[in-house]
């Protein structure tokens, strides 16, 4: 009986503490919707949901979409001539972004964290014009294609940043992307079609100059045939994430 009697106090105060603890989840703002405002500069429509699951946990989902326009700073990985043997190519984007958040400062979505991250990406292009310089018996012609495709990629990587409260209801969030980055495997197809029937040698001058664009971080192959070239994306893809995002807590 005494035995029992010294187990009692420990029962209630385990008891307390776990009401006390299960109250202070209950009475705090388990959810966030967000939007990175610095992506609107490259046209990236996005939004983005985050759920506490307790203090330092919180998974955040996002999703964003670029509409079909011009290359986000193209003339960065293409040179000015290069640039000009492309002709209105306009490309447009999606993505899927699901990332575990670990806290750790004051926590239910507040302070710095950790956060390894899963990401979908799928760019697609218009019908664009692309030309190359073919050169026989001493002339030089400018031979004209019509390029369109896609290329999609899965990436994992780790992002850190902080989160602040801005106001004294703690409604109002900014969420500072310090600094990410993820890696991971693209594919996808790109068809060059031609008017006219390409000779070998035309076929040859065309895979050349494709291949010399040389495109920085992205593996691709060229194949080309009487009708023009298939272009296959497969190999690495890197990625890099930073920004500043607003939201409401609820």
């Not at 759920?51 to 670029?66: I, P, Y």
């Not at 043997?85 to 670990?102: A, C, D, G």
């Not at 710095?112 to 002339?139: E, H, L, M, Q």
Request: net charge neutral; glycine share 10%.
């Amino acid at each position: 009986m005494k035995k029992y009697l010294i187990l009692l106090p420990c029962f209630v105060f385990s008891g307390i503490n776990a009401q006390e603890t299960s109250g202070a989840e209950s009475s705090e703002k388990m959810n966030i919707i967000k939007t990175n405002v610095t992506a609107y500069a490259f046209r990236n429509i996005n939004l983005s949901y985050e759920r506490a699951f307790n203090q330092w946990f919180s998974v955040n989902m996002g999703f964003g979409a670029m509409p079909e326009g011009k290359v986000p700073f193209i003339n960065a990985f293409l040179s000015d001539a290069d640039e000009k043997r492309f002709q209105n190519l306009e490309v447009k984007s999606f993505n899927f972004t699901i990332e575990p958040r670990f806290y750790l400062g004051a926590g239910y979505g507040k302070g710095f964290y950790v956060a390894p991250y899963y990401r979908y990406s799928k760019i697609t292009s218009n019908t664009f014009d692309f030309y190359y310089d073919y050169t026989f018996s001493g002339t030089t012609y400018q031979i004209p294609v019509k390029g369109n495709g896609n290329t999609s990629a899965h990436s994992g990587g780790v992002m850190v940043g902080v989160q602040f409260f801005l106001t004294t209801s703690r409604n109002l969030v900014l969420d500072l992307w310090i600094a990410g980055a993820h890696y991971g495997k693209g594919q996808g197809d790109f068809t060059m079609t031609s008017d006219v029937v390409l000779t070998p040698d035309m076929q040859a001058q065309l895979k050349k100059e494709i291949e010399d664009l040389d495109i920085p971080y992205i593996n691709y192959t060229v194949e080309t045939n009487a009708n023009g070239a298939v272009v296959k994306v497969d190999g690495p893809w890197i990625g890099f994430r930073s920004g500043v995002s607003l939201g409401y807590r609820f």
